[in-house]
C-alpha cells in the first residue's frame, strides 16, 4: 500500500508569484485535503476534494486554489504570495466516511522572500 | 467556533511514562486523534477514539476521554527516547470532513 507523496519538498518563491504544489493520495483513498502548517502551529484546514469537486474549505482566501484529478491526486495553487504564506503543507488523503482513514504525506515546505 | 488546547511542552526521562492533555471545545465532536510529528515530516497518525468511548488502549499508548470535561489525554508507557517529537490532538465533528489541530505539545525525552 502506498502512502501519500508530495512534490516539490522544498520550494522558495518570490512574493507575488504563484505557487503549485502536488500530492499522490494513498491507494484506495477518494478525498485529499490540504493543511497549512505555519512554524510552532498546528495544521490548519485550507480545503477538501472529494470526487474532484471542492466540499469543505476552511477560512483561507481565494487566491488558494485546487484541484483533484480523476487518478485522486491533487493540487494546490496559491496565487499572489504573501510572506505569510511562508509555510509547511500538508496533504491528506482519506476515505469518505471513514473517521479514522486520514494519512499525511511529509508536506511541501515553502518559503516566500 | 471549535477550538483545541494542549499544554506546550512536556519533559520526562526515559523509562517513565508521559501523559499529554489536551482540551477541546465542541461538544458535537465525533471523532478525537493523537497524531505525532518529528522534525522534518509529516504527520503519523498514532490513535484515535471514537466519541462513544472512554478508553482505548494500544500497545504502550492508552487514549482516555472524558466527553463531560471535554478532556482528552494520551498515556505513553515506559517512553523512550524515540518518542522525542511534536504530539497534536485534533478533532472532528463528522467522518471525512476538517481536521480541527490543537498547537501540539513538545514531547523531549532524556537518557
Known amino acids: 500500500e502506498t502512502g501519500v507523496t508530495q512534490s516539490p519538498t522544498h520550494l522558495i518563491k518570490t512574493r507575488g508569484q504563484q505557487v503549485t504544489l502536488r500530492c499522490s493520495s494513498q491507494?484506495?483513498?477518494?478525498?485529499v485535503s490540504w493543511y497549512q502548517q505555519a512554524l510552532g502551529q498546528g495544521p490548519q484546514f485550507i480545503f477538501q476534494?472529494?470526487?474532484?469537486?471542492?466540499?469543505g474549505r476552511g477560512n483561507f482566501p481565494p487566491r488558494f486554489s485546487g484541484l483533484q484529478f480523476p487518478n485522486y491526486s491533487s493540487e494546490l495553487n496559491v496565487n499572489a504570495l504573501e510572506l505569510d504564506d511562508s509555510a509547511l503543507y500538508l496533504c491528506a488523503s482519506s476515505l469518505a466516511d471513514r473517521g479514522r482513514g486520514y494519512t499525511f504525506g511529509s508536506g511541501t515546505r515553502l518559503t516566500v522572500v | 467556533g471549535e477550538d483545541v488546547e494542549q499544554s506546550l511542552f512536556l519533559s520526562v526521562r526515559e523509562g517513565d511514562s508521559s501523559v499529554i492533555n489536551c482540551t477541546y471545545t465542541d461538544s458535537s465532536s465525533t471523532y478525537l486523534y493523537w497524531y505525532k510529528q518529528e522534525p522534518g515530516a509529516g504527520l503519523q497518525l498514532l490513535t484515535y477514539?471514537?466519541?462513544?468511548?472512554d478508553m482505548k488502549q494500544d500497545q504502550r499508548l492508552t487514549v482516555l476521554l472524558n466527553k463531560k470535561d471535554k478532556h482528552l489525554s494520551l498515556r505513553i508507557a515506559d517512553t523512550q527516547t524515540g518518542d522525542s517529537a511534536i504530539y497534536f490532538c485534533?478533532?472532528?465533528?463528522?467522518?471525512?470532513?476538517?481536521?480541527?489541530f490543537g498547537k501540539g505539545t513538545t514531547l523531549s525525552v532524556s537518557s
Open positions: 485534533a478533532e472532528t465533528q463528522q467522518a471525512g470532513t476538517a481536521l480541527i
Open positions: 476534494y472529494y470526487r474532484e469537486e471542492e466540499n
Open positions: 491507494s484506495g483513498h477518494n478525498t
Open positions: 477514539i471514537f466519541s462513544n468511548m
